[in-house]
């Protein structure tokens, strides 16, 4: 095979508990993660004398720092297979939105490579070489909607019976994740904004990470308050790290309604997707 066309999806954390500071720096955490439908980066993958990576999207590094680079040389070395590959990556799930992007690029790149190159290296195996590259990696490999806990590195997929819409909104900022986690411990709530967890079928959503970042972006707790008195919301709520806030609909069918109001109302210039499961 010597050529080969994946897509990345993009994710949201249906739930989000931070349990406590590792020795290591990092956070002990438990969160349940959906992959979105609908929402994708593309890599397309074709034979070439040697490496290289492209990207359509401005401000994109295509050097080492990629993760998508650092994946492909990973999987060489671990390996001993050679990869030879010229990388088309067309980014579409928004950078610093709290969707994964940069993480299932190189979860997909993994995959893809394996594939390519007949490898056939066990899933467990590529999961454990992308937790080398960080936290949200490994949760990617298995395709699926999982729990993952410890840093994020222990991923158990779970076969979730998800139904509902889930309409994104994301304003133009990002917000940088380790800059979340280090806010988490010293930050408070904004009266009058709800934390609390609400059930959705079978599903507490939570987000520990809401209290650290709307306490400086203000807007995203009006926009997750505001979408939460709409009469098409079941739920609302920031997905990881943010800046996306989600409102989980009753119909599909109420989701331009909304849309509509919810940019007239607060910020025009808001990107939205409709995920429908």
């Known amino acids: 095979m010597s050529t080969l066309t994946v897509y990345p999806p993009a994710k949201i954390n249906l739930s989000l508990k931070i349990t ?15 992959p979105l439908p609908g929402l994708t ?80 290296v066990p899933l467990s195996r590529l999961a454990q070489w992308a937790g080398e590259l960080g936290s949200d990696i490994p949760l990617f490999i298995y395709e699926s909607a999982s729990w993952c806990r410890g840093k994020g590195e222990i991923v158990e997929p779970v076969d979730l019976k998800w139904t509902f819409p889930i309409l994104l909104f994301k304003p133009s900022f990002s917000i940088p994740t380790p800059w979340a986690y280090s806010r988490w411990s010293n930050s408070l709530e904004i009266p009058g904004i709800s934390y609390g967890s609400i059930k959705v079928g079978e599903i507490d959503l939570y987000n520990d990470l809401e209290r650290p970042v709307f306490e400086k972006h203000r807007f995203l707790a009006e926009l997750k308050q505001f979408l939460l008195e709409q009469p098409e919301t079941q739920n609302s709520m920031m ?20 849309i509509e109001r919810t940019l007239r109302e607060l910020d025009p210039t808001l990107w939205t997707h409709l995920a429908i499961f």
């Open 20 to 34: 406590g500071k590792r020795d290591d720096g990092f956070h002990e955490l438990e969160t349940l993660v959906l």
């Open 41 to 120: 980066d593309e890599l397309h993958f074709e034979a070439a004398t040697k490496f290289t990576l492209h990207c359509d999207t401005p401000g994109v590094p295509t050097n080492q720092s990629n993760l998508v680079s650092r994946a492909l040389r990973l999987f060489e070395e671990n390996t001993g297979k050679e990869a030879p590959y010229r990388v088309t990556l067309k980014k579409r799930i928004p950078h610093g939105a709290g969707l994964g992007g940069g993480s299932s690029d190189a979860a997909s790149t993994f995959l893809a490579l394996n594939q390519l190159t007949g490898a056939s």
């Open 239 to 258: 997905s990881g790290s943010g800046s996306t806030v989600f409102a989980v609909l009753n119909d599909q069918k109420e989701a331009a309604p909304l």
